[in-house]
């Protein structure tokens, strides 16, 4: 991966923050990554519980900016499946899709007519901090999937948190395209007793909230119309009411062509300890989109998509834990389903799955309004 910051030592004061130099990036960057070091007994650093840091992935294409934010306080937390928690890790997985257009899926950066760039900020929210950082990045095309003309899949986001407060947003943007919705998910990996989530300011629709055994958490939510799912670069953050956020995914897929009034069918859910995920949406319109997710802590082998479906959220493993998802046309029938295989649950949980229609209806417009994303009043201090 190139680097966007090498590993060096920071050190912050309430008020104070590290902005790292805008750099230029390649077009097809595909995912943002920052670490920070956390204490442990070995290496205690100047963190204590108290301090608490935000933290932000920022990719800026041709001056609007789409971000992933986290959160993290500090202190030594237990050591998880006998591996110490030596390290904080926010990715950023940036929009990618048709951004309302027919042809080959394009990363964001590919749209740009000027300028690809990217940085990351350390904030902190409250105590002062000594820590060490790096930030990298990942680039690949984007994958070649087809495009479809009903309800239509448009871009995909993402992000991953590891050992944060249970706070997570990501930037999504919908370019352009009729009757607009949105479906955010997310993985937890902790003792997470709710979840809320919001896009663009706007309160979400729940869809499920599933729990294998306490610390595996997997939560969905919808929202669709003209007047709710805005054009341009927005914010879709996910909150889990819990203390400690050992592991957290959100992912956000949009999709044009969706009913307002009754955007989506009935969801279908599952969960097990053994075996490979599959649950089924009963009988989707032909010119549907389903959608699903899956949290599993099965790790070390593969975890293949259902022939008929297209992977839309494939983020890196965080502490063996993963949140996948993806999106299958109504006229395959609505079964969705994983193969694991070649690996074992690492930590003997197993998977939970939801899945749900986005129905069809043809009206309306929208059109693309960038949004800036950025108003800052605390002092930079950039290395």
């Given at each position: ?172 943007t919908i370019s352009s395209g009729t ?90 859910t599952g969960g097990s300890t053994t ?109």
């Amino acid at each position: 991966m190139p680097a966007l910051v090498s590993r060096r030592p920071i050190s912050l004061q309430p008020g104070e923050r590290i902005t790292t130099p805008v750099l230029d990036v390649d077009p097809q960057t595909a995912m943002l990554v920052l670490r920070l070091k956390r204490p442990t007994s070995a290496t205690p650093l100047a963190w204590p519980a108290g301090a608490t840091l935000q933290t932000r992935l920022v990719l800026v294409v041709d001056g609007v900016e789409y971000a992933a934010t986290g959160q993290v306080t500090g202190g030594m937390r237990a050591p998880r499946n006998g591996r110490d928690r030596a390290e904080y890790v926010l990715t950023f997985e940036p929009p990618w899709g048709f951004f309302g257009q027919e042809g080959p899926p394009r990363r964001i950066g590919q749209t740009a007519r000027q300028a690809v760039r990217a940085y990351c900020e350390v904030i902190p929210l409250r105590g002062a901090i000594t820590t060490e950082m790096d930030a990298e990045t990942l680039i690949l095309p984007a994958p070649a999937r087809p495009f479809h003309g009903s309800v239509a899949f448009h871009n995909a986001s993402s992000a991953g948190e590891t050992d944060g407060d249970g706070t997570l947003s990501v930037s999504h943007t919908i370019s352009s395209g009729t009757d607009p919705a949105v479906f955010v998910s997310g993985g937890h990996g902790d003792d997470a007793s709710a979840v809320s989530s919001t896009y663009a300011g706007n309160a979400m629709t729940s869809l499920w909230f599933l729990e294998r055994g306490a610390p595996l958490k997997n939560a969905a939510f919808r929202l669709a119309g003209d007047a709710n799912v805005p054009t341009g670069a927005q914010t879709a953050q996910m909150v889990f009411t819990a203390a400690d956020s050992f592991v957290q995914h959100i992912g956000v897929i949009s999709m044009t062509g969706v009913d307002g009034t009754t955007p989506v069918g009935t969801p279908a859910t599952g969960g097990s300890t053994t075996g490979s995920p599959s649950v089924t949406v009963s009988s989707p319109s032909a010119d549907s989109l389903v959608v699903d997710t899956v949290t599993t802590d099965y790790d070390g082998g593969s975890r293949t998509v259902g022939a008929d479906q297209t992977a839309r959220i494939t983020p890196t493993s965080i502490y063996s834990i993963y949140t996948l998802g993806s999106s299958q046309l109504g006229s395959a029938g609505g079964a969705m389903t994983w193969t694991f295989s070649g690996g074992a649950f690492e930590y003997a949980i197993g998977w939970d799955q939801g899945a749900v229609e986005f129905k069809p209806v043809s009206a309306g417009g929208t059109v693309p309004i960038p949004v800036a994303m950025r108003s800052y009043q605390q002092r930079r201090v950039v290395v």
